[in-house]
């Protein structure tokens, strides 16, 4: 099969989602949903929205305690095909 395959576009971003949860999950508040992502491998681009962000770091030994909280609205990428 070509690499160059027509992928449906939710297959791209299911696959996308699955990387994205996997890598940076325990940082997102939430899972992230399909209408969230928009995705072109073909141009290497891809793009996020609405996203809650959930980081906790506790120290214990040294008593020191950081909740952060926060929301991203839009977070674009572009890889070229040099660096694949």
Request: with cysteine; net charge neutral; hydrophobic share 45%.
């Amino acid at each position: 099969m070509p690499w160059y395959f027509p992928w449906s576009d939710s297959i791209k971003k299911r696959a996308v989602r699955y990387l994205l949860q996997h890598y940076m999950g325990h940082f997102l508040k939430e899972k992230l949903g399909l209408d969230q992502l928009t995705v072109d491998l073909y141009s290497g681009t891809g793009t996020a929205k609405d996203i809650l962000l959930d980081v906790a770091v506790s120290i214990v030994n040294y008593f020191c305690l950081l909740s952060m909280y926060g929301y991203l609205s839009l977070v674009n990428a572009e890889v070229h095909d040099r660096h694949v």
